[in-house]
């Protein structure tokens, strides 16, 4: 098992930042790769970024790319989202989530509780 608590929500304008910080705790040798998925109001929740979690490879929706800079520290397993300018649709509920196997950007094992991010026009 492994336990994912998110912190670094909160409100912000738009063109601003924020980190998103997930500490894992547990079973975190066996991890694979780590993830942040989102969910806005009356939307399903979709993929945000993921990193693989010994070689440090990194992937983006499209929808953050050049925006949202995900990282990773093995030992203190931990990981962060560095995200900068802020837009109003990326209002949502971020997710940390993590896998022990397998590079799909779904079928996550392990959940957070979720962290809200507002973001104001």
């Known amino acids: 098992q492994v336990q994912l608590v998110e912190s670094g929500g909160g409100l912000v304008q738009t063109g601003g930042s924020l980190r998103l910080s997930c500490a894992a705790s547990g079973n975190t040798f066996s991890t694979y790769a780590m993830a942040w998925f989102r969910q806005a109001p009356g939307k399903e929740r979709e993929f945000v970024a993921r990193?693989?979690?010994?070689?440090?490879?990194?992937d983006y929706a499209d929808a953050v790319k050049g925006r949202f800079t995900i990282s990773r520290d093995t030992v203190m397993s931990t990981v962060w989202m560095q995200m900068n300018n802020l837009k109003p649709e990326d209002t949502a509920v971020y997710y940390c989530?993590?896998?022990?196997?397998?590079?799909?950007?779904?079928?996550?094992?392990?959940w957070g509780q979720g962290t809200q991010v507002t973001v104001s026009s």
């Open positions: 989530a993590a896998k022990m196997a397998g590079w799909s950007r779904g079928d996550y094992d392990f």
């Open positions: 990193i693989g979690w010994s070689a440090g490879i990194e």
